[in-house]
């Protein structure tokens, strides 16, 4: 018999679940879901950072859905972000100034996004053509 995870699991039994934020989460939560940008809009309204809310959904056992830069949560599959056959050396060289430990952190991708004008899922897509992975989630998801 196998024990079933949970997502509250990764953080310990000492974590305290904010009520407000619960409150704000489970208003906002569809079917066990809250999209990616939800959850960002949740922490700009709490003046808290994204790292919280992204604990606080694992605390109520509620998935991230429709992730920003197109690696889960859609519905089609788990990832939505096009793949992309020639990377501009602009972007390249972006990323790549851009890695930790040989993964571009999530928050490093939508900053290159807002410094070149580009969208969030195009990073990713010269990410996944480079291959390189994205991490950490700015939420905690991956």
Partial sequence: MTKEKH????HGKNVILDPILAESIKKRAIEGRLPCAVAFKIAEELKIK???VGVALDLLEIKISKCQIGIFGYDKGSKTANSIDNVPDFLERAVRENLAMEKLPCRSAW????NLGIGKMDVTAACDALGIKVSPCQLGAF
């Fill in 50 to 52: 994204p790292a919280n």
């Fill in 7 to 10: 997502l509250a699991d990764k």
């Fill in 111 to 114: 900053q290159i996004a807002e």
